[in-house]
């Protein structure tokens, strides 16, 4: 069964710092690729996603995700946090094939100090 | 309404006792479904329906978890003869259909605690 695995549980920045969590998934075949992430007392919001074409995705809020299929990578960035990226953040995978169920990794939590 | 509707927010409930969880999808979302967010397991997902049909339960962690979902519309996640281990939050989600370029939609949860 495919998995996900993110390598940072807890991350702490300063604001203006550059951000780059680490996703990395076990699937050989076509995936498509989400970050998720969690404001505090907030729900699950789609950052952004990868289905195909260009391997580097940008989303709302500033950040970015490279696709590097060699590497099995989706890593997330960002140039100069700030202090309401303060949250938690998921990277999940689905097949292309059959239903879209989403497989997550465990999450990063990262704090932001202004 | 404009997001995915879940209910009750939080339920606290004794060991033993029957709970149902409900949600609201988006208008519109013929795709749901259920995952569950607990400190152990991380988020994992439960089932998902095609309007009113669950072709896979075999993410449902016991035969004591059921779901149904009826009109197309509002599901209900049921779990009997509560246990502790079934401390977590439920999350609802909703696309437009299973295509695999649909996003889920997430509702803000049930926080269920199983005394």
């Known amino acids: 069964a495919q998995s996900v695995s993110q390598h940072n549980h807890h991350v702490i920045l300063s604001e203006a710092a550059s951000l780059e969590l680490g996703c990395n998934y076990s699937y050989g075949g076509t995936v498509n690729l989400f970050w998720y992430v969690q404001y505090p007392g907030q729900h699950l919001q789609l950052l952004l996603k990868y289905f195909s074409g260009d391997p580097l995705v940008k989303g709302i809020k500033g950040f970015e995700a490279e696709f590097i299929k060699s590497k099995f990578s989706f890593n997330l960035r960002k140039p100069s946090v700030q202090w309401s990226d303060t949250a938690e953040y998921f990277c999940?995978?689905?097949?292309?094939?059959?239903?879209?169920?989403?497989?997550f990794g465990t999450g990063t939590r990262l704090l932001v100090s202004p | 309404g404009a997001g995915v509707s879940q209910s009750p927010s939080n339920k606290v409930t004794e060991k033993g006792k029957d709970v149902e969880l409900r949600c609201d999808p988006i208008?519109?979302?013929?795709?749901l479904y259920w995952y569950r967010q607990s400190l152990g397991q991380g988020l994992e997902f439960l089932i998902y329906?095609?309007?009113?049909?669950?072709?896979?339960k075999s993410g449902l962690p016991s035969d004591r978890f059921s779901a149904e979902r009826t009109g197309g519309s509002v599901s209900t996640l049921t779990i009997q003869r509560t246990q502790q281990e079934d401390s977590a939050v439920y999350l609802c989600?909703?696309?437009?259909?299973?295509?695999?370029?649909?996003?889920?939609?997430f509702g803000d949860g049930t926080r269920l605690s199983i005394l």
């Open positions: 999940a995978v689905t097949l292309n094939t059959g239903f879209q169920k989403l497989v």
């Open positions: 989600a909703s696309s437009w259909d299973l295509s695999f370029n649909q996003p889920q939609h």
């Open positions: 329906f095609q309007g009113n049909s669950a072709p896979d």
């Open positions: 208008s519109g979302h013929t795709a």
